[in-house]
Nanobody, 124 residues
Framework: QVQLVESGGGLVQAGGSLRLSCAAS????????MGWFRQAPGKERELLAT????????YYAESVEGRFTISRDNANATVFLQMNSLKPEDTAVYYC?????????????????WGQGTQVTVSS
């Protein structure tokens, strides 16, 4: 059974940083592209970043490029999202996702494995 467990969310002031972690189990981690999504109240879940199994390929949404960095540790089956220069509009529930795909962009409809989500709140 695939499990993705996020941690690291919380309350931070605007301009601050947070580092999210997602520990994966029950899957061949090295074979999966990993990604981070977020969903704010009343909005659709949106893709933020993805990373290939080798870490050689990463994708970032325009809204977070230059502020967020995705990385992974295959030995420990963990993916990270370093978030800097946080803004109030970054407030959302952040989800980890795993997809058996070679595509750079993951979609909500294609992802089969989701974490439970972790709340990030950025105060102004």
């Amino acid at each position: 059974q695939v499990q993705l467990v996020e941690s690291g969310g919380g309350l931070v002031q605007a301009g601050g940083s947070l580092r999210l972690s997602c520990a994966a189990s029950g899957l061949n981690f090295r074979g999966y592209r990993m990604g981070w999504f977020r969903q704010a109240p009343g909005k659709e879940r949106e893709l933020l970043a993805t990373i290939s199994w080798s870490s050689g390929s990463a994708y970032y949404a325009e809204s977070v490029e230059g502020r967020f960095t995705i990385s992974r540790d295959n030995a420990n089956a963990t993916v990270f999202l370093q978030m800097n220069s946080l803004k109030p509009e970054d407030t959302a529930v952040y989800y980890c996702a795993a997809d058996w795909t070679t595509a750079t962009i993951m979609t909500v409809s294609s992802v089969e494995n989701w974490g439970q989500g972790t709340q990030v709140t950025v105060s102004s």
